[in-house]
């Protein structure tokens, strides 16, 4: 099971979170049909995307993150609500690129670095939250973790990572976030930065058999923590046929005229999850009637 936790260290300034997820990237996997640096580079941002608005207050709260970088993938976008259930989708996600040495995947080469990355916090106010960075890299883990320090002024260690297996599925996923409070000094600092470099790659780390919990008790192996929270995460597309419908609506008499003259229905496919929804002459001319009456 998919899963987020979250922890605070009870004697010093750190909290941090970290995600397993393997089910959630393969699920995206699935439904794209990602070629493996694009299931890589998309399983990155949906993980971060889940740690980021697993801890949003606002219930009906969401965050999406959104990066274009320039390289072939073109953009990618994750979409989280408040408990950390996310969707997503790359623009192309028939993607390949060189390997790296060891031939580990180039998702900095995949993703570029010629963009940057927004992040939007809808927390059910009249306007949301917008912060944009430029991209350090692509791979994605440092790009969130400049974000955070440059839009929040919040120092943060990211590591995101996908294990792709011989058969092209989601071996494993997973990753974290450690975020340093106001107060932690250069001990605190050296304390976390050993603990990062002893814990390593967190995908192999996964795949051996550690779950987040124990990412967090390595990393931060010098401090004692205290568990907030451990709550489960899946791929969950909130589409709905009256969702749907709305955006029709949306789109005004005139339009909803045309398709009826021109292609007698509609059809419109979820981008996030793939489903189809089909709308036959009658229903288009009730949307429109509706339209009519706004």
């Known amino acids: 099971m998919d899963q987020i936790v979250r922890v605070i260290a009870k004697d010093s300034p750190v909290k941090a979170m970290a995600i397993s997820a393997r089910d959630t990237v393969e699920r995206a996997r699935a439904i794209h049909d990602c070629w493996p640096v694009a299931a890589a580079a998309l ?70 670095a010629g963009g940057d990355l927004t992040v939007i916090r809808d927390l ?3 306007e949301p939250y917008i ?29 995101l990572g996908v294990l792709i297996a011989p058969d092209q599925t989601v071996q494993a996923a997973g990753g974290y976030l450690i975020q340093l409070l106001p107060g932690a000094d250069e001990a605190v600092i050296s304390a976390v ?21 124990d990412l967090l008790r390595e990393a931060l192996s010098e401090f004692e923590l205290e568990v907030l929270e451990t709550a489960p995460v899946e791929y969950r597309c909130a589409c709905t046929q009256e969702r749907v419908s709305r955006a029709l609506i949306s789109l005004g008499q005139e339009e909803l005229t045309s398709l009826i003259r021109e292609q007698g229905g509609a059809e419109l496919t979820c981008q996030f999850c793939g489903k189809a929804y089909r709308f036959d002459k009658e229903a288009l001319e009730a949307l429109r009637a509706e339209a009519a009456a706004r």
């Open 131 to 159: 912060g944009s960075v430029q991209l350090v890299g692509g791979e994605i883990a440092e790009d969130i973790a400049a974000y955070f320090a440059e839009s929040e002024q919040v120092p943060t260690a990211c590591a």
């Open 124 to 126: 059910g106010m009249k």
């Open 193 to 213: 930065e050993r603990g990062v470099a002893r814990l390593g790659a967190v995908s192999a780390r996964l795949d051996g058999g550690m779950d987040p919990l």
């Open 43 to 112: 399983g990155r941002l949906l993980m971060a995307a889940s740690m980021m608005g697993a801890v949003l207050k606002a219930e009906d709260g969401s965050v999406t993150l959104r990066i274009k970088g320039g390289g072939p993938l073109g953009s990618l976008t994750a979409v989280s609500d408040s408990r950390g259930n996310v969707r997503g989708y790359v623009q192309n996600p028939a993607v390949d690129v060189p390997r790296k040495a060891k031939g580990k995947l180039d998702v900095g080469a995949a993703v570029g």
